[in-house]
C-alpha cells in the first residue's frame, strides 16, 4: 500500500486542522491505520491507531480527548482531526499501515508539516 498525507500547514494555538491520508491499492481493510508526528530534535512519537474496521480507536495520552483518528474504508482515506491545538504540538505528521494482525508499522507516507504558532 502506498500513502500520501496531506492538510498540513499554519495553525494558531486553540485551532484545529485535520489531516488527510490517501492510501493507494484495493484491499485497505487488510491495515490498521496509525498516525505518527516527529517535531525537530526529538524522536518520532505515536498519536494513535484506528484498526482496519475503523471500530476501535486509541490514542497516545498526550493527544487524547484533543485529536481523533477515522477512517472511510469506501474511499480509501484515514484522517487526524485536530483540536485545541498548542505550539507543542508542532511537527512533521505521518500516516502508517501494518496489515492487519501484525505490529509492524511497514508503510509509511511521506509527512506533512503542522506549525502551530501566532
Known amino acids: 500500500v502506498q500513502l500520501q498525507a496531506s492538510g498540513g500547514g499554519l495553525v494558531q494555538p486553540g485551532g484545529s486542522l485535520r489531516l488527510s491520508c490517501a492510501a493507494s491499492?484495493?484491499?485497505?481493510?487488510?491495515?490498521?491505520m496509525g498516525w505518527f508526528r516527529q517535531a525537530p530534535g526529538k524522536e518520532r512519537e505515536f498519536l494513535g491507531t484506528?484498526?482496519?474496521?475503523?471500530?476501535?480507536?486509541s490514542y497516545a495520552d498526550s493527544v487524547k480527548g484533543r485529536f481523533t483518528i477515522s477512517r472511510d474504508n469506501a474511499k480509501n482515506m484515514s484522517y487526524l482531526q485536530m483540536n485545541s491545538l498548542k505550539p507543542e504540538d508542532t511537527a512533521v505528521y505521518y500516516c502508517a499501515a501494518r496489515r492487519v494482525h501484525t505490529t509492524t508499522w511497514a508503510y509509511w507516507g511521506q509527512g506533512t508539516q503542522v506549525t502551530v504558532s501566532s
Open positions: 484506528i484498526m482496519w474496521g475503523g471500530g476501535s480507536t
Open positions: 491499492g484495493r484491499t485497505f481493510t487488510s491495515y490498521d
